[in-house]
Structure formats: C-alpha cells, structure tokens
C-alpha cells in the first residue's frame, strides 16, 4: 500500500471514528437529560394519584377516588392499571382500575395515602407505569436527530474523503517527485532539482535535496575536469619531453658538432616541461592536502617585501619576454604572521595569473597598505594588473579546483594551466586566518587582494 493510500485511509478513519464519537457522546449525554425527565413525568403522575386518594379520604368519597382514576387513565396513557386497597378500622375493600397487561418495562410502585384527620383511614394503590408509553416521545426524537446525526456524518465524511485526498496528495507530491528525481540522478543525470517552496518539514526536505544534488553536479564537472586536466597536464610535458629525448638521440648518434648546441636547447626544454610537469604534481599534492583538511601553515612572523621582491625576480624574465612590467610596490611594512613558502606560493600563483592574463605593454604589481579590524592590525597584499580581466560568471568560478573561466580560451599564449591556482590560494589565505577579494573589470583589469596578520 502506497503512504498516499496509507494517509487517505488512516484520516478517513479516523475522521469517520470521531464523528461516530461525537454523535455517539450527543446521544448519551441527550438521553441523560432524558432519563431524568421520564421520572419527572413519573413522579408527576404518583404526585397527582396521591392527591385525588387524598383529597377522596378528607371528603370520605372512595367513588371520587375510582373516577378520578379512570380520568388519570384517559389523560395519561402511562398508567396501565391501579390497584386500590381502602383500609378502614380493620375493613378492607378493593377496587382496580385499568386492565393493562404487565408488559417488560411496566414498573410498580406502591404509592400508601392516609387520611390526615383519621390515620385509621388510609389507602394503598399499586400503581402500574408503563415506561415504554413514557418513552415513546422521547425515541421519536431520538430517531430525528441520529438521522440528524448520521446525515451529517455521511456528509462530512465524504468531505473527510476529499480533504484527506488533497492532504495526502500535498504530502506526497513532493516525496514522489523526489524519488523520481533521485533516480534520474542514480542513472546519472545530475543536477536535477526540484521547484517547491514551502516553510514546513518538507520544504526543507526539497531544499537539502536540491543543494545535494548542485554539489554532486560540481563534483561531477570538478571529476571530469581533474580527469581532463591530469591527462592533458601529463601527456602533453611527457610527450615533449620523449620528443626532445629523441632529437637529442639522433643529434648524439650523428656526433655533428652543431647538434651539440641544438641538444643543450632542447635539454632546456625538457627542463622547462619537467618543471611544469613537478609544478602540476605539487598542486595535486596540495589538492589532496586541502581535501583531507591537511594543509597546514606554520605562521611566523616574515617579512613581506622580501618575499614579494624573490617573486617579483622570479617573474622578471618572463615578463620582460611578454612586454610586461612587474614591480613592487610594497611600502616599509611591519612583519606579519605567515608561512614564507606558502605566502611566496600566494604571490607566485597571483603574479603568473596576472602574466597570463596581461598583453603586451601591461602592468603587474605588488601593492599593500595596513588597516584595522577586531583591535587587530592587518597588512592587506594586492596583485593588480591592467589584463583582459574577468565578468561575473567567471568571478563566481574562482575558487573551485579544476575551474576555470570563459577567459582562459582566447589570447592566452603558452600554458593554460588547471585552474588549481586560486583554490589554493583560498585555502592557504584561510589557513593564515586572512580575508580574499577579487575585483575585476572586463578589458581594464583585475586585483586580488588578500590580509595577514601583522606580527605582534
Ligand atoms: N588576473 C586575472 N585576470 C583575469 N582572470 C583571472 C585572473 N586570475 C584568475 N582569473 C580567472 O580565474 C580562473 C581561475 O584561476 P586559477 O589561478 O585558479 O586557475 P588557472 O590560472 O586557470 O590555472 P592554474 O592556476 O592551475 O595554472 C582563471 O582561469 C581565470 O578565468
Ligand atoms: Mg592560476
């Protein structure tokens, strides 16, 4: 049975059980009432016996009393019959009037007068009420309102039916859509989601649900990347440098003098690919340091200006080849608290952003001011350029490893790099307790900045 059919059922009866309830709890507490008025009448009618026997003692008339009787009689179709003992001095006498048949709920109740003047006078009457007569007016309204009652019933139970319909379907909609979608994303179409917004159990339900399935699809798109960039990253070094290995062999085998000089050049580019190929396989390795929560920084107090000037060395070379100029602008600043390497692998990985993103004739620098924050005192670090710059889909990528932006497929001589950078860089300024930020104008440029601590 489905929890649709489960839920429809269990509220239809339940609903079913409490009308069934409440016309059931009507009934008894109306018959209550009742049964307190059927001995009303009963005492009623005892009371009014009573005064014809006594009223026919003081006027010493027993005829008075036997027409009176047969009156109660036709006037109240309770009384079935009476049984009247005159007892004078010792001398009875008896009379009954009425023939009514006991039946099962004729009740008897002796009812003893005596004459107030003469207590020797007195008279006994067995009195026969026939409770069913009493109660006939009282089931005839009964029967009005159970069928009162019951059509009531049947209309809010069909109305029950409906509303527990429409409860279990709201309920179940979004529980079957879900399943559905779980199963196109185990048959791996991912990225499903599902439009339904409410503030209940179930809304949060789909919300959970819907970031599960975004963060299987970045883990999907981070999968195939890594997968793309790792087979391009190595085979495209290796396959250079079997290449080159090759060309040296042959120049060796020829043992011609200018082949020498050749070999010395392509042993330069096997290094160029070595360390490209070393470079990608450290990444990798910070990768899986951040992934397992391992990156770790040992934070010392370090001067800035010094590592930004062995970076900005390190750069001189190729920037100069592209037509760019790199400088450092980094005023005297106080020691801050890093790790030199990581702080040096921060700049390096901002700097070669910069050159290749950046033509001919741009800028790169290292800039950094001090500021305030907490009590604390920050350095803020930023790599500026005047390159091509980045739109706002492509700031949103940033920081996912193995993404890369719109911006890296036209203009961009040489190699095009993972998109590894900036997650690293991310996670190396957080282990630093620092703060990133990315501005960015397509065609005027980009800055990156990030904060360290300055060192107490
Ligand atoms: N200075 C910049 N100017 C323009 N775009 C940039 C700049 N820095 C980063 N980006 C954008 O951010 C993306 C991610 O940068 P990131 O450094 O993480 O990767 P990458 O440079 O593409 O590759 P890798 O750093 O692994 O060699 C880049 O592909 C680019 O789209
Ligand atoms: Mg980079």
Known sequence: MTIRTRLIVSTFLLQVFSMALLGWGVLAVRRQFQENDLLKSATMIERAVERAASDSLIQKDDVALLSYMKFLLGQYPAISSASIRWKTKGREHSATVGIGAPGSQTRMSRLTVSDPADPQRAVDIDLSLDYGVLEKP???????????????????????????????????????????????????????????????????????????????????????????????????????????????????????????????????????????????????????????????????????????????????????????????????????????????????????????????????????????????????????????????????????PFSQGRNISEGVTGHKGTGLGLYIVKSIVDQHGGKLEVRSVPGQGTRISFSLKVAA
């Open 138 to 400: 009282f089931w005839e309204a009964n029967r009005r309102l159970a069928k009162i009652i019951l059509s009531v019933w049947g209309v809010t139970s069909l109305l029950g039916l409906f509303v527990s319909f429409l409860i279990a379907r709201g309920l179940t909609k979004p529980i079957v859509e879900l399943s559905r979608l779980a199963g196109e994303i185990g048959g791996g179409k991912l990225g499903g989601k599902l439009a339904w917004d409410s503030d209940d159990e179930l809304g949060g339900l789909v919300r959970a649900f819907n970031g599960m399935s975004t963060r299987l699809e970045e883990f999907d798109t981070v999968k195939r990347n890594f997968v793309s960039s790792v087979t391009h990253e190595l085979r495209s070094p290796l396959g250079a440098i079997e290449s080159f290995l090759q060309l040296i062999r042959e120049k060796v085998a020829a043992g011609a003098p200018e082949g020498f000089a050749q070999s010395k050049d392509y042993i330069e580019r096997i290094a160029v690919n070595v360390r490209r190929l070393s470079g990608f396989i450290n990444d990798l390795l910070d990768v899986a340091k951040i992934e397992k929560g391992k990156m770790e920084c040992v934070l010392r107090p370090m001067e800035l200006p010094v590592v930004a000037n062995e970076v900005c060395q390190f750069f001189e070379a190729k920037a100069l080849q592209q037509g760019i100029a790199i400088t450092n602008r980094l005023p005297a600043l106080p020691s801050v608290l890093g790790d030199a390497d990581r702080v040096r692998q921060i700049l390096v990985n901002l700097v070669a952003n910069g050159l290749k993103f950046t033509a001919s004739g741009g800028q790169i620098w290292i800039a950094g001011e001090q500021f305030r924050d907490g009590g604390a005192r920050w350095i803020e670090v930023t790599v500026g350029d005047t390159g091509r710059g980045m739109d706002a889909a492509d700031r949103e990528r940033l920081f996912q």
